[in-house]
Each structure stands twice: as C-alpha cells, then as structure tokens.
C-alpha cells in the first residue's frame, strides 16, 4: 500500500499564495501518477492537478489552469502543489491521491482512477 500525508494549508489573503505537499510512503515504486483533488462543505469532490512520476506530465482544469501548478520529487516521493493569486473560492480540503494504473492523462481527472488517498489539509482563502 501507500500512505500519503498533506501539509502546508492554512489560511491566506485573496491574492496570496500557498504550496501545499503530499509526502508518500510505503509502496511507492508501484505509484503511476499523483493528483490533488479538493471539496469545499455541500461540494463534490473536485479535480485540481495531475501528474505522472516518470514522465512528469501535467494536467490542470480550467478553473486553476495559469494559477496552480504541480510538481514531484521522485527521490523524495514528494508531490506540490503551488498554488498562486488565490480566490475566496479556492477555499476547501485539499486532498492528495495516488494511482497505480496506466492511463492517458485525461483519465487522471476522475477521482475514481485513484487507488489512494491522503486526510486532506485545509485551505481558507479570505477576501
């Protein structure tokens, strides 16, 4: 299995920036690819950012796409995610997720991919 543990939400100004990180452990050489998925309280579950450990290919939704970006470090099994001029609508749990099956990029979107998930961490976007 693999264990994954977010860290760096809290609460920002509109404007502001955050970097948040998913440390992984356990199995981690059987990890294709990480994502960051987010719910704010009456939401669903919503995708936010992908990436493949190998090839580091990316994938964002429009409503973060020029704003969010993710990023690993395969020695550390380590994914970020930086996220910049922040909305009040940004505001949610943020959760971090492993997958271990190929698939194309557009697959990475749908939370159902994902073999693993985090706790989540908090971010408050004040306006």
């Known amino acids: 299995q693999v264990q994954l543990e977010e860290s760096g939400g809290g609460l920002v100004q509109a404007g502001g920036s955050l970097r948040l990180s998913c440390a992984a452990s356990?199995?981690?050489?059987?990890?294709?690819?990480m994502g960051w998925f987010r719910q704010a309280p009456g939401n669903e579950r919503e995708f936010v950012a992908a990436?493949?450990?190998?090839?580091?290919?990316?994938d964002y939704p429009d409503s973060v796409k020029g704003r969010f970006t993710i990023s690993r470090d395969n020695a550390k099994n380590t994914v970020y995610l930086q996220m910049n001029s922040l909305k009040p609508e940004d505001t949610a749990v943020y959760y971090c997720?492993?997958?271990?099956?190929?698939?194309?990029?557009?697959?990475?979107?749908?939370?159902?991919?994902?073999?693993?998930w985090g706790q989540g961490t908090q971010v408050t976007v004040s306006s």
């Open positions: 990436i493949r450990w190998t090839s580091g290919d990316t």
């Open positions: 356990g199995r981690t050489f059987s990890s294709y690819a």
């Open positions: 997720a492993a997958g271990t099956s190929y698939s194309r990029v557009q697959a990475l979107r749908s939370s159902g991919w994902y073999d693993y």
